[in-house]
């Protein structure tokens, strides 16, 4: 599937080199430590509450709402553009030569088609859920979409889906390239090839597009668009910038690193979209509300704005379900690729 598991990294015939790959270990340790770094910013502020109370009261909470959600919007669209890289990064390799850029350009082209699709859908979505506003309360539809973003994202979660991911959805992509290369080769069809390699473009950017659209549904009728606009900038640039060093300067990234810790800092949104759902069912009176009165000195109201805990039985509840199927998922699976231990 185009990752090398010693490595890390997605084949793009780069040769290694001894010293080139001591500077890459050296790289990709500093990025991971920086990304580690980043996703665990919030746990340290959890584990010591007493320098947060200096931090986050100084802000109003409608901005600290805001803040959160630019990042943790900008944290899902970076790893589902990640995972829409390392596809693509899969699907090209091993095509060297002239024909890596007959190959490159439909594919490219299917990308592009797929940012307009993707474009198309959210646009489509925002019409069908303003519509259904007028029909029914504004809490209940955040509630319902909010639910079904959450549901996606338990799923994106799973390791075992993870994995038949990448075994399933790479090597399909990569067996309709290699039929289309065959095809070429045997009858010299140049067109309905090089349509084929853009279809192929485009669902391996959509299929993250949709997603993408999906989750961020919820946190646009709750906050607006501009949080929304602003967090999906910041991690288009970023997902840019890791499709420029990899198609571009043809560099390889510690991608299977990059994976496992977006895939923390994933897990750290989950938890917060599961709490801020379970406020909203709340509210939406889908859900009793239990109010825990030895937690009420203890969670301040920053701590719900940025991390959305509540003191109450059935958001902590909800969030400790989701947690414990995420690290149930991943133990499963651990535990399945190495049965004698």
Not at 88 to 114: C, E, I, S, T, W
Not at 313 to 340: C, D, R
Request: proline share 4%.
């Amino acid at each position: 599937m185009g990752l090398n598991r010693d490595s890390g990294s997605a084949s793009l015939g780069v040769s290694a080199h001894p010293a080139g790959i001591v500077r890459g270990f050296r790289r990709s340790a500093r990025w991971s430590l920086f990304l580690f770094g980043v996703a665990l910013l919030p746990a340290s502020f959890l584990a010591a509450p007493f320098r947060a109370a200096q931090i986050f009261p100084l802000l109003p909470l409608s901005l600290a709402d805001q803040t959160s959600t630019i990042l943790n919007i900008s944290i899902l669209v970076f790893r589902e553009g990640l995972e829409c890289v390392l596809v693509l990064a899969a699907v090209v390799a091993g095509v060297h030569g002239p024909a890596q850029k007959d190959f490159r350009r439909p594919v490219a082209l299917g990308v592009a088609l797929g940012f307009v699709a993707t474009l198309i859908t959210w646009r489509i979505a925002v019409g069908v859920l303003d519509g259904l506003e007028s029909r029914i309360s504004a809490l209940a539809l955040q509630a319902a979409t909010g639910l079904l973003a959450i549901l996606v994202l338990l799923l994106v979660m799973n390791w075992f889906f993870h994995r038949t991911y990448w075994t399933g959805w790479i090597s399909l992509q990569n067996s309709w390239k290699k039929d289309l290369l065959d095809q070429r080769r045997r009858d010299g069809s140049e067109r309905r090839v090089f349509w084929g390699l853009a279809l192929l473009g485009l669902t391996c950017f959509y299929r993250e597009g949709f997603e993408v659209v999906l989750f961020l549904q919820g946190y646009r009728l709750r906050f607006g668009g501009l949080p929304v606009l602003l967090g999906t900038l910041a991690g288009a640039i970023f997902t840019a910038l890791v499709a420029v060093v990899t198609f571009v300067l043809h560099r390889r990234l510690p991608y299977r690193k990059m994976l496992v810790v977006t895939g923390v800092m994933l897990a750290f949104v989950l938890l917060v979209m599961v709490g801020e759902q379970a406020q909203e069912m709340q509210l939406a009176g889908w859900l009793p509300k239990t109010t825990i009165p030895v937690l009420l000195g203890v969670f301040p109201a920053w701590a719900g704005a940025w991390f959305s805990l509540f003191p109450t039985a059935e958001t902590l509840a909800a969030q400790f379900i989701a947690a414990a199927l995420v690290l149930g998922s991943y133990m499963s699976a651990t535990s399945s690729q190495n049965p004698s231990r």
